[in-house]
C-alpha cells in the first residue's frame, strides 16, 4: 500500500507519531501525536517556548525530527521531503521575501519554482496581490514595503501553489485588524476548496474563528486537544444566566436559590450592573431545576443563557499562563538560532 493510498483510505492530511527534536538537552518536541484531517484547519496553541515553531519546521521539512514518524499529504517529511515541498505551503512568524524583487516578481518566482505554466503563474500572481491589497505596490521593489505588506507578501506567496496542506505559524502577528480579517478570509477560501491548515496562534479570536480542532502543546507535549466547546467543557465554568423580568428581584432569586439548596448548584450571584443571576452549573439536568424552583417561587424570566469560559480563559487553565502577544520569547529564538 503506497503512501498516498494511506491518506486517502484515513481521511488525514497529517499524521504524526511520537514525533522527538532535541537541541542539545532541550526537548523541544517530546512525542507528539497529531491527526489532521483534509479540509480542516488545526489550531496549535502554546506559550512562548513550548514547542510550535519547532514542531512546524518538522513537518515541513526544515528541520529533522530525532524521533517520531509523520506523514504529510502522503509524503513521509523524512524518505521523500523533495515530493513533499511542492505540495505544502508555509508562512513563518516573519515574512522571508526577496527585497530585490518587486512584490509581483516574488509571487510570480514562487509560482514558477512550483511549475506552474507561465500564464497560470502571471494569473496567480495578480490575483493574490488583489486579494491582499498589495496591487497599487505591485511593481515596486519588496525592499520598499512597511513590515505589514511584507507579511502579507509573504502569506500570498505561501498560497500562490494552492497548497494541499498549508502551515500558517501566528500568520498574523503584526497585521491590522483588516488585514488579519483579509488573512482569515483567504484562509476559509483555500480550506473550502480542499486545503488543509496547521495554524500556530495566541490570538484565541483567530483560533475560534479559523479552527476546526485545537491542540494544546507546553513544553513540547500536547497537553489537550478537542474542539473549542470540548476544552471549554473541559475546564468547566458553564455558568447559566439568568435575566428577570423585574430587576429589582435579583437579590430575591439568589436568596430563593440558597435557600432551596439544589443538589449540585451553588454560588448564585447578582450581577446589578448587567441585570443578571449567574448560577455555576454541571448539567442540563441542574439547568432545568434552576429554571423550575424559580417558577415555583413565583419568578417571571425575560430570558437565559448559557455561558462557558472564553478561550483565553480555557488557555490560561490548561497552560497556567495567560495568552501574549505574539513573539518569540529568548528560548524560542535560541532554538532558532541553533537550527538555524
Not at 520598499?144 to 505559524?169: E, F, K
Amino acid at each position: 500500500m503506497t503512501r498516498q493510498e494511506h491518506k486517502i483510505r484515513d481521511g488525514n492530511a497529517v499524521e504524526v507519531r511520537g514525533l522527538v527534536k532535541h537541541f542539545g538537552d532541550t526537548k523541544a518536541v517530546d512525542g507528539v501525536d497529531l491527526d489532521v484531517p483534509e479540509g480542516t484547519v488545526l489550531g496549535v496553541l502554546g506559550p512562548n517556548g513550548a514547542g510550535k515553531t519547532t514542531l512546524v519546521r518538522c513537518l515541513s521539512t526544515l528541520l529533522v525530527p530525532d524521533a517520531g514518524t509523520a506523514v504529510v499529504a502522503g509524503y513521509d517529511v523524512v524518505r521523500q521531503p523533495r515530493q513533499l515541498r511542492r505540495t505544502i505551503g508555509l508562512t513563518g512568524q516573519y515574512a522571508s521575501v526577496d527585497e530585490k524583487l518587486s512584490g509581483w516578481e516574488n509571487l510570480y518566482m514562487i509560482g514558477r519554482l512550483l511549475d506552474l505554466p507561465r500564464k497560470e503563474a502571471r494569473a496567480r500572481a495578480d490575483a493574490m496581490l488583489e486579494r491582499f491589497s498589495l496591487t497599487d505596490a505591485a511593481k515596486r521593489a519588496a525592499a520598499t514595503y512597511s513590515g505589514g505588506m511584507r507579511r502579507r507578501l509573504d502569506l500570498a506567496a505561501s498560497m500562490i501553489g494552492r497548497p494541499s496542506v498549508l502551515y500558517l505559524d501566528e500568520p498574523t502577528t503584526g497585521l491590522d485588524p483588516r488585514t488579519r480579517n483579509e488573512v482569515w478570509d483567504e484562509v476559509k477560501r483555500m480550506v473550502a476548496e480542499g486545503s488543509t491548515v496547521l495554524l500556530t496562534t495566541q490570538y484565541m479570536e483567530e483560533a475560534e474563528q479559523l479552527a476546526h480542532d485545537l491542540t494544546v502543546i507546553d513544553r513540547g507535549k500536547i497537553i489537550a486537544e478537542g474542539r473549542v466547546n470540548e476544552l471549554k467543557a473541559k475546564v468547566g465554568g458553564r455558568t447559566l444566566q439568568i435575566r428577570p423580568s423585574d430587576p429589582g428581584e435579583l437579590n430575591r432569586m439568589v436568596g430563593a436559590l440558597a435557600q432551596a439548596g439544589l443538589d449540585g448548584v451553588g454560588g448564585a450571584t447578582a450581577d446589578m450592573e448587567e441585570g443578571l443571576v449567574n448560577v455555576p452549573i454541571v448539567s442540563d439536568e441542574q439547568l432545568t431545576a434552576v429554571i423550575g424552583l424559580l417558577g415555583e417561587r413565583g419568578f417571571t424570566i425575560a430570558g437565559i443563557d448559557t455561558h462557558l469560559p472564553s478561550l483565553d480563559e480555557v488557555f490560561l487553565a490548561i497552560t497556567g499562563q495567560k495568552t501574549s502577544t505574539p513573539e518569540n520569547s529568548t528560548h524560542d529564538k535560541a532554538l532558532e538560532e541553533v537550527a538555524a
